[in-house]
């Protein structure tokens, strides 16, 4: 059975930082790549970021460029997005999701193109 996880989500002040896990069973992760999204209050989920099989090639939408890493341990079947430098419009439910590529660098991460298992992760930037 196919299962996606995320979790480390959470309330922060302005300019803090969070680590999210993006944990999946049921298939391995190795065989895809792996997109990051945000859906804030009221509006479409976005893409933010995705990373490459092996994890050769990253990409990141302009907003969150130079504060957010994505990285992935394909031994533990868990992906990650570390945040930093956090801004009050970071704010949303965050979702992992895999897809057979991830888009080249300065391309749109298309939510079409990835198939969603999980439930997110809630985060609120906010002083």
């Known amino acids: 059975q196919v299962q996606v996880v995320e979790s480390g989500g959470g309330s922060v002040q302005p300019g803090g930082s969070l680590r999210l896990s993006c944990s999946v069973s049921?298939?391995?992760?190795?065989?895809?790549?792996i997109g990051w999204f945000r859906q804030a209050p009221g509006k479409e989920r976005e893409g933010i970021s995705c990373?490459?099989?092996?994890?050769?090639?990253?990409n990141y939408v302009d907003s969150v460029k130079g504060r957010f890493t994505i990285s992935r341990d394909d031994a533990k079947n868990t992906a990650y997005l570390q945040m930093n430098s956090l801004k009050p419009e970071d704010t949303g439910v965050y979702y992992c999701?895999?897809?057979?590529?991830?888009?080249?660098?300065?391309?749109?991460?298309?939510?079409?193109?990835?198939?969603?298992r999980g439930q997110g992760t809630q985060v609120t930037v906010s002083s």
């Open positions: 999701a895999a897809s057979l590529k991830c888009a080249a660098e300065g391309s749109p991460i298309l939510t079409s193109d990835y198939d969603f």
């Open positions: 990373i490459s099989r092996l994890g050769g090639s990253t």
């Open positions: 049921g298939f391995r992760l190795d065989y895809y790549a």
